[in-house]
């Protein structure tokens, strides 16, 4: 059977990457969408050549390699080349995804149970149109200030974290998407007590005689 799949998001500083490393230490295989992207803005991969194509060889690195910070700079400031960028890059993240996927199922053989869950981890996994392919989505949130807080403390300009929260929206789409909401206005205890639950119910799901919808209905 097909892996249990999971789609992680939540806004910049929310703790959406805390969260992922949890399921991690519980056994699901975690993907950072980021991870993806990475790979394929290398030199010669389809996001490179897609960037180049869109935007220009100047967003290019030496080695041909896409220079991340002076694109991200672009597209936090101007959400035509945002639109663009991301009309680009999504569907390659998908199909990239997808492909995992199914090599975990491949990876089970015969077997009737379920490979581990799997889980992307994904800030706009809601906005790209992605939550078809999950079986579950999860999002992190946190107040504004919160956030903005943790960006700031990370090293990220205040005037630069707050561009990047205003792109971002106040997240009201993906609450409305999601089937479970995981609040990190807390502590790490508390965090973590929400993880936890959470990957217990995913575990009950996923057995044969627990299947069920994502509202909890059998």
């Not at 990957?199 to 209905?217: K, M």
């Amino acid at each position: 059977m097909p892996p249990f799949r999971v789609g992680l998001t939540g806004g910049l500083a929310s703790g959406k990457s805390t969260v992922a490393k949890l399921f991690a230490e519980a056994g699901f295989q975690v993907v950072d969408a980021d991870a993806i992207v990475t790979e394929l803005y290398a030199p010669g991969q389809p996001g490179a050549q897609a960037v180049a194509e869109h935007f220009g060889a100047k967003y290019l690195g030496k080695g041909g390699a896409v220079d991340k910070l002076r694109l991200a700079r672009l597209v936090f400031s101007d959400a035509a080349a945002r639109a663009t960028l991301e009309a680009a890059i999504h569907p390659l993240v998908r199909a990239f995804f997808s492909r995992l996927g199914t090599a975990a199922a491949d990876s089970t053989g015969l077997a009737p149970a379920r490979s581990r869950p799997i889980v992307l981890e994904a800030t706009r996994l809601v906005e790209a149109g992605y939550a078809p392919d999950f079986d579950l989505i999860v999002t992190v949130e946190a107040a504004p200030e919160v956030r903005l807080e943790r960006a700031v403390a990370r090293g990220l300009a205040r005037e630069e974290a707050l561009g990047r929260l205003a792109a971002q929206g106040d997240g009201a789409g993906r609450r409305a998407a999601a089937h479970r909401v995981i609040d990190n206005n807390g502590t790490a205890g508390e965090l973590r007590a929400q993880v936890d639950a959470l990957v217990a119910e995913i575990r009950e799901r996923e057995s044969p005689s627990g299947a069920s919808q994502p509202d909890g209905s059998r």
